[in-house]
T-cell receptor, first 112, second 116 residues
Framework: EAQVTQNPRYLITVTGKKLTVTCSQN?????MSWYRQDPGLGLRQIYY???????DKGDVPEGYKVSRKEKRNFPLILESPSPNQTSLYFC???????????FGSGTRLTVV | GENVEQHPSTLSVQEGDSAVIKCTYS??????FPWYKQELGKRPQLIID?????GEKKDQRIAVTLNKTAKHFSLHITETQPEDSAVYFC???????????????FGSGTRLSIRP
């Protein structure tokens, strides 16, 4: 079954404590992306990766890092989380041709 | 860059009635317009899409229309049912082929509620 798997689903952490949200896909897609979803703001792109070792900033990259060492994995790293990064995060992959994202199940992050 | 505006932000309709959600976009280079449905607590899922060389597309009770001149596109749901209750997102994308990044901009979402 084609899947985009995110972990963890829920995370509560304290300000400044580094964390990583993992994303893994089994669809052999080159393009992967991270979004955050906030009420009234829709889905905003944090970072994206066109292929292995190639990443670029999206619209709201501040405070985040990513890495793409292998095709299937695209972790999101918060080096020093702050309360304004409390949000619902989605990883997504895009099939070749660009027709429609497949989203992961989401990670609800709370930073206190 | 591209900007996508979506209206209304909330919509309540009687079961069986129709619902219409509208989006406008700013970049004339956008050529692909997907719609996503997000049920409560779940991930967004693609429900229908339209390319810029088509004016209308229909899939059972769901249809999307596109007016390239006016730069707006709409989602139409007929004979609404309780399971249509969800948040709907429109998006605009410039498909450039796989040699370049596809930039997808989402609207801010519409929360649709179906009243029994």
């Amino acid at each position: 079954e084609a899947q985009v798997t995110q972990n963890p689903r829920y995370l509560i952490t304290v300000t400044g404590k580094k964390l990583t949200v993992t994303c893994s896909q089994n669809m052999n897609h080159e393009y992967m992306s991270w979004y955050r979803q906030d009420p009234g703001l829709g889905l905003r792109q944090i970072y994206y990766s066109m292929n292995v070792e190639v990443t670029d900033k999206g619209d709201v990259p501040e405070g985040y890092k990513v890495s793409r060492k292998e095709k299937r994995n695209f972790p999101l790293i918060l080096e020093s989380p702050s309360p304004n990064q409390t949000s619902l995060y989605f990883c997504a992959t895009l099939a070749q041709g660009g027709y429609g994202y497949t989203f992961g199940s989401g990670t609800r992050l709370t930073v206190v | 860059g591209e900007n996508v505006e979506q209206h209304p932000s909330t919509l309540s309709v009687q079961e069986g009635d129709s619902a219409v959600i509208k989006c406008t976009y700013s970049d004339s280079a956008s050529n692909y317009f997907p719609w996503y449905k997000q049920e409560l607590g779940k991930r967004p899922q693609l429900i229908i899409d339209i390319r810029s060389n088509v004016g209308e597309k229909k899939d059972q009770r769901i249809a999307v229309t596109l007016n390239k001149t006016a730069k707006h596109f709409s989602l139409h749901i007929t004979e609404t049912q309780p399971e249509d209750s969800a948040v709907y997102f429109c998006a605009a994308e410039e498909l450039r082929g796989y040699s370049s990044a596809s930039k997808i901009i989402f609207g801010s979402g519409t929360r649709l509620s179906i009243r029994p």
